[in-house]
């Protein structure tokens, strides 16, 4: 059968169309695959996300006042317990705090009587001295034996201003002093030797040497055992308040309401004196640690982050960011009436910047020696007509979240730019770009 003009001519342009069309697909089909975005403005969004333990922002706690044993306990950890209800009893040893505090009482009184004897004896002694001091030394033996015959009746007259110990003390002074003038007399005379005024001289010197040193070591002594009264007195005032204390703190109460969280108390368990009994956790308020990254530089305190568990979903407020040996830690306070201590929270920090800056997706930004790139979109005549291709143009960026980065400099349009690319790319080299309709007119 023989072909017209006409059937022949249509043949031959579907055959050229259709060899346009494979030739084009062929040409296209090595060329990189590139999906293409655009720039924008906008803010940064930092997220990050922890995990953290509640526990009671308040607690109460109850120290053992006195060294006692556990008796019989009324409660458990995790009750709920009212503020002066009973939680346990304390078995105090009262019988031998009382025994001490008679023995005490005891020794208080004999050291009390002696210092009564210490002072009477001092008293004497300067006494003594002070009377003995103001006699005459240039008297005659017979004014001597006058002045000695005075000191005696001192000594023998009740209602003398020295008393018994203190008239004889007196007395045996005056006798070695008129034993030393009658010794002067004498050698003045002839009728005694140099040595025998020497030795009245040293008899006097060492009686009054004698008193004198008695007297020093009287008020050393004095003194001693008044410092040893007084800290028998404070000793015995603490007894007293142990045993009070035994009368008041037989029952242990709660110091406030809320939930035990430690409860050491064991029937017969000893306890020192200042040891934890009791800790109870009060109030609605629970604290929430967590660690955040090192450069996390976008949390402060008095932000809002968001708490979430698989019962509850919960508002918190950062109190406090210190550093640790891991980055940082955050303590959250969460107020709530349900949350329950030792509960586990995923913590979500979020925040996005007031400020509004050029952002391009971090996966749009290449870096190699020269420093950060995009590959910029661009649109030319080829052979098979249109044709899209990239070019290099370089950047500097700033701050960047989870998806963007902000360019600082370096970008002052806003056409499109590579996304991501199934194969690598150099500057001027023809794509072909999966989402062209979305930037340039056909």
């Not at 009377?131 to 240039?138: I, P």
């Not at 009740?158 to 008239?167: D, I, K, R, Y």
């Not at 109460?253 to 035990?260: Q, Y």
């Not at 590579?418 to 999966?434: D, E, F, H, P, Y």
Request: charged share 25%; aromatic share 8%; proline share 2%.
């Amino acid at each position: 059968m023989k072909l017209n003009k006409k059937t022949a001519g249509a043949i031959i342009f579907v055959f050229l169309i259709l060899l346009l069309f494979f030739s084009k697909t062929i040409y296209t089909y090595n060329l990189p695959l590139v999906t293409a975005a655009r720039p924008k403005r906008g803010g940064l969004s930092k997220l990050e996300i922890s995990s953290g333990i509640a526990s009671w922002a308040e607690t109460e706690t109850v120290y053992a006042v006195s060294a006692g044993a556990a008796g019989q306990v009324y409660v458990r950890e995790g009750d709920v317990v009212e503020i002066g209800q009973v939680l346990f009893e304390m078995d105090f040893d009262i019988a031998a705090a009382e025994r001490r505090l008679a023995e005490t009482d005891n020794n208080i009184s004999k050291l009390e009587q002696d210092i009564r004897g210490t002072r009477t004896r001092l008293g004497n002694i300067r006494e003594a001295l002070a009377a003995t001091s103001e006699t005459e030394t240039d008297l005659s033996p017979s004014q001597w034996d006058e002045q000695a015959a005075f000191l005696a009746g001192l000594y023998s007259n009740n209602e003398s201003s020295l008393s018994g110990q203190a008239g004889l003390i007196a007395l045996e002074i005056s006798r070695a002093q008129t034993a030393l003038k009658n010794t002067q007399f004498a050698f003045e005379l002839g009728s005694q030797s140099r040595n025998d005024l020497y030795n009245a001289e040293n008899n006097l010197k060492a009686l009054l040497y004698k008193y004198e040193a008695e007297a020093d070591d009287l008020e050393h002594s004095l003194a001693l055992k008044l410092i040893d009264l007084e800290n028998m007195r404070l000793s015995r005032e603490t007894i007293r308040e142990i045993l009070r204390d035994y009368r008041n703190n037989a029952l242990i109460r709660a110091p406030a309401s809320g939930t035990i969280l430690s409860l050491n108390a064991e029937k017969g368990r000893f306890f020192p004196e200042n040891s934890l009994l009791v800790s109870i956790g009060v109030g609605e308020e629970f604290v929430v640690e967590c660690s955040i990254s090192l450069d996390n530089n976008f949390v402060n305190p008095g932000d809002i982050c968001n708490l979430s568990n698989a019962s509850h979903v919960l508002k918190g407020t950062v109190r406090r960011i210190r550093p640790s040996a891991q980055g940082k830690t955050v303590t959250i306070a969460v107020v709530s009436d349900e949350v329950s201590d030792g509960e586990t929270f995923e913590v979500t920090f979020e925040k996005t910047s007031a400020s509004s800056f050029i952002l391009v997706p971090n996966s749009a930004i290449n870096q190699d020696n020269d420093g950060y790139f995009l590959y910029q979109i661009k649109r030319r005549k080829g052979m098979m007509g249109e044709e899209y291709y990239v070019d290099r143009l370089n950047i500097y960026i700033g701050d960047s979240d989870h998806q963007n980065t902000t360019v600082v400099r370096g970008i002052t349009f806003f056409e499109p730019i590579v996304l991501v690319s199934n194969k690598a790319l150099t500057s001027g080299q023809t794509i072909s770009l999966k989402n062209a309709e979305d930037f340039f007119e056909n």
